[in-house]
């Protein structure tokens, strides 16, 4: 039982820098983002681990934060992201009722899409739809993916290749332009929500490992894919809510 | 294989930081990642865990036994529960944090790191230094710029008192 010696003597007293790197992000991360960056005039020590950081939440409390301050959300968001060290491998950008425009989101997303994201939520308000950049769609690293109120025109043969939850609320997908065919190959997705999103069924989702299907829309959605992939057989958990499947055949 | 024997309950001993003994059964520490495979891997009835205080492993092993009689029925008093749980002084918290992540406990380490975690929001720098006894390690320089950068950080509840 080798494992069992490592471990060092007991000490007397335990102070917070006593604890793994790993669990001090953790904390971080369940903290409010504006209270999280002050423990960087902490100590050196907690200077970098802020700006290490790996998940950033930037919720209702942080934009109603910055609505009392004199700089912009969208400006502070930069700031954080400039200074940050390290891959971001969690963002989200979190309030019902406030805005981004859409250059502050695509300089968002094709930041964090260059530092490794695996988990992008994207659920502001807004008056138009969020195009979503195409950077994003060659992102390897991304495994969960939640939307609200996008848009996004598939590029030709769009693929996430390791995308393993997908929910999207809200949204519309479009195929390529001049294209008849349009594909979204998801080879690793388990995962799949679909809330009140008009025009999803012009796309076949390709998603042979899907597990979990969620559908709440109040119109028929047809996915000829469903006659593509023997999906049924992997299924374990089907929602529809005021929808119906039709499989073309 | 230790699991290979059926029927009759098998009884585990943890041997806290401070030798004292603590017998239970084998089912409740599964939910420790790290001593899961110790019991899978190894025909082991006695583990040593030098680096766990007494005290924090009676803490944690009466969180093993409560979440094993956890049912959709007493979700309630479960809550109640969690939250007495982590209802101690920093100290034990942190202690009980750190042992927690070393037996790789999941669902409670979550737990511990947000009673961590509702410990530090809402303070100023200077009760969060007092309250976790961080030293600045800054030069006077470094820390005069830091607080014109940013002087919300200064800001907030300076009560400790909670602590």
Known sequence: MSQCNVASNVKKYTVISDLPTNILHKILELIPIQDAAKTSILSK??????????????????????????????????????????????????????????????????????????????????????????????????????????????????????????????????????????????????????????????????????????????YTVTFECFNVNPIFRRIKHLCLDGSSLKVRK | MASSTTGEKKILTLKGGDNEEFILEESLVLQSELLKNMVKEERVSSIPLPSIKSKTLVKIIEYLKKHAELTPSNKEEFKNFEKEFVNVVLEELLDITVAVNYLKINGLLEFCCQAVADRIKDKSVEAVRKIFRIESDFTPEEESEFRKETPEAFEGDLDDTTN
């Open chain 1, 45 to 218: 020590r907690w200077r970098k681990l802020w700006s290490t950081q790996p998940h950033l939440v930037f919720d209702r409390h942080f934009f109603q934060y910055v609505s009392t301050k004199d700089a912009s959300a969208a400006s502070i968001i930069h700031k954080i992201l400039v200074q940050h060290i390290g891959p971001v491998l969690g963002f989200h950008l979190i309030s019902k009722t406030d805005t981004l425009s859409q250059s502050d989101v695509n300089q968002c997303i094709i930041f964090v899409s260059n530092h490794g994201i695996q988990k992008l939520t994207l659920d502001m308000a807004n008056d138009e739809k969020y195009a979503l950049p195409y950077g994003l769609f060659t992102c390897a690293t991304l495994t969960h993916l939640k939307l609200s109120w996008c848009f996004f025109e598939l590029p030709e043969d769009s693929q996430f290749p390791n995308l393993v939850s997908l929910q999207l609320e809200h949204s519309e997908l479009d195929g390529h332009a001049g294209s008849d065919e349009n594909y979204l190959i998801l080879p690793m997705l388990e995962t799949l929500e679909l809330r009140f999103c008009v025009d999803v069924d012009c796309v076949d989702i390709v998603s042979p490992n899907l597990v979990n299907l969620s559908i709440i829309s109040s």
